[in-house]
């Protein structure tokens, strides 16, 4: 059983940056697997918004290209989403998500819900006034 928590998720002003942070544990060695950021703001659908695979290819969002950072640290088991010139459009909760399977993952697949076999709980986003 893969278990994924987030933390950072914060209030920051338009401009500004957060970064946060999901701790992941449970893959079993040998398997290949993706990590991905989803983001879902209140009415809106779940988007995915960065991923990132095993062999470190990422894909974006075109919403959140230029802006966004994903992230791997391996020997920490930690993944990471670095968002700068933070936007209204940005609220919402981010969730990390890990698809894990036996066989390689194509990068732009980890976006899609379908490709998720693991989810965290979720940290806010929001912006301050």
């Known amino acids: 059983q893969v278990h994924l928590v987030e933390s950072g998720g914060d209030s920051a002003r338009a401009g500004g940056s957060l970064k946060l942070a999901c701790v992941f544990s449970g893959i079993t060695p040998g398997n290949r697997y993706c990590m991905a950021w989803f983001r879902q703001a209140p009415g809106k659908e779940r988007e995915g918004v960065a991923a990132?695979?095993?062999?470190?290819?990422?894909d974006y969002a075109e919403s959140v290209k230029g802006r966004f950072t994903v992230s791997l640290d391996s020997a920490k088991n930690t993944l990471y989403l670095q968002i700068d010139n933070l936007k209204p459009e940005d609220s919402g909760t981010y969730t990390c998500?890990?698809?894990?399977?036996?066989?390689?993952?194509?990068?732009?697949?980890?976006?899609?819900?379908?490709?998720?076999?693991?989810w965290g709980n979720g940290t806010p986003v929001s912006m301050s006034s």
């Open positions: 998500a890990a698809g894990v399977r036996n066989v390689p993952l194509w990068v732009g697949y980890c976006r899609a819900a379908h490709a998720i076999n693991y």
């Open positions: 990132i695979n095993d062999a470190l290819s990422v």
